[in-house]
């Protein structure tokens, strides 16, 4: 197990640590667009590769999962690609 009170100390001394605002919080706005990316994949992995899974639901709720990640997938993508343009370059 985890200690979070261990965890929460040494992140917030490594944000300590940070000199550069700027640089923390394009970091942070990349971390999370790639985090999307990575749910909306683990999403239609599970939604494509184990359809067993989810024989609760209707098929209509089916397209809709799919339908979201996808969103999911194109807005983190398109969030990535605007962070490379115009900060990473």
Do not use: W
């Not at 700027?22 to 239609?44: C, G, P």
């Amino acid at each position: 197990m985890v200690d979070s009170k261990s965890e929460e100390t040494t992140m917030i001394s490594s944000f300590k640590d940070v000199k550069d605002v700027k640089s923390a919080a394009l970091d942070m706005l990349r971390n999370e667009a790639e985090t999307d990316v990575f749910k909306a994949l683990t999403t239609f992995k599970l939604l494509l590769e184990n359809p067993a899974g989810i024989g609760d639901h209707s098929t209509g709720d089916y397209y809709q999962n799919l339908r979201e990640a996808l969103d999911l997938l194109c807005d983190a993508e398109d969030r990535l690609d605007v962070l490379r343009r115009h900060f990473y370059s």
